[in-house]
């Protein structure tokens, strides 16, 4: 399988990112629709990719069991770097398909504030509330700049609506095998351990993924996708934190952000009411780890309260 030595620590884990995105670049400087673009060839990229998520699946724990999850709750220890500051705290998030999610967060820097933050996506609804606990040093906000120019409320909330919305299809996709989008295979990553099979995920919205699932065991071992960079930005004082709008608009007039590549790594399976699911899930940005999600529970089919995704 491709799994190089695992280490814990965000900073030991550069190397290993960095091999695969070497990887990944081989995948596309040889991507077979470059050269193959024939119909025959279409569907057997397609036919392939469809073996492998069959595959996947049932190392999963099977269709039967994969298709009876409705909702799912994760929750666990999350460590995270922004440059030279590390910080800590708790993640849990809140899964409803086919278009729910809700990502609950408290996290600070050791012996300083904390942000208390929660970020809602209920349909075509989005909406966010933040406060900060203890601490003198002011509040920290991340937003997701947009193409550049001024974006009004509305399409602010299509902004927020979108990434909630590809953050949504990422988890179902890397956790459930689940998706509506058109997939194919687009190649075979290789390392001295092993190989994988990386199949094209383009969703009718939001950016293409690729996902790289484990040729022996079958197990999903990471998403990679492109997107804009986020921005943390840090309010000093005493005063409230700034609202999503008003942060959003102030990033905006920072113009267009660099596009990036994103990785999300998974690992550490667990079974869980007879599902495999991933305990440890590493997120990278330009090969630089800066996420690190211990999840220490799992409910499936969990019992949500009716306004759970309602401000």
Do not use: C
């Not at 036919?47 to 069959?54: G, P, T, Y």
């Not at 600070?108 to 970020?119: D, K, N, Q, S």
């Not at 009718?204 to 492109?226: I, K, S, Y």
């Amino acid at each position: 399988m491709i799994d190089f030595e695992p280490t814990g620590t965000m900073a030991s884990m550069q190397k290993q990112i960095m091999t695969m995105l070497a990887i990944m670049a081989a995948l596309t400087a040889a991507h077979p629709f470059e050269k193959l673009a024939s119909f025959d060839f279409a569907q057997d990229a397609a036919a392939r990719a469809a073996s492998v998520l069959a595959d996947a699946r049932k190392a999963l724990g099977g269709e039967e069991k994969l298709r009876a999850v409705k909702t799912l709750q994760a929750t666990g220890d999350i460590r995270r770097s922004m440059g030279e500051m590390q910080m800590e705290g708790e993640l849990e998030l809140l899964i409803e398909a086919p278009d729910k999610l809700r990502r609950n967060e408290s996290i600070g820097v050791p012996g300083g504030a904390t942000m208390v933050r929660t970020e809602v996506l209920n349909g075509t609804e989005v909406w966010d509330d933040s406060s900060q606990r203890g601490g003198m040093g002011g509040h920290m906000t991340m937003v997701m700049r947009g193409p550049g120019g001024s974006l009004d409320e509305a399409a602010m909330k299509d902004l927020r609506r979108r990434i909630r919305r590809a953050d949504l299809s990422r988890f179902i996709l890397a956790w459930l095998i689940t998706t509506d989008a058109a997939i194919a295979h687009a190649g075979v990553a290789e390392a001295p351990d092993g190989k994988a099979d990386v199949l094209e995920v383009k969703p009718a919205e939001g950016p293409a993924m690729r996902l790289f699932v484990d040729q022996q065991t079958h197990m999903p071992l990471m998403l990679t996708w492109q997107g804009p960079q986020p921005r943390m930005m840090v309010r000093r004082g005493q005063g409230p934190p700034p609202n999503p709008d008003q942060a959003a608009r102030e990033a905006e007039a920072q113009g267009p952000p660099p596009e990036a590549t994103f990785e999300m790594r998974l690992e550490d399976y667990r079974t869980v009411d007879g599902l495999q699911l991933p305990h440890q899930i590493t997120r990278s940005m330009n090969g630089q780890p800066n996420e690190e999600w211990t999840v220490k529970t799992y409910k499936v089919n969990a019992s949500f309260k009716g306004n759970t995704f309602t401000r």
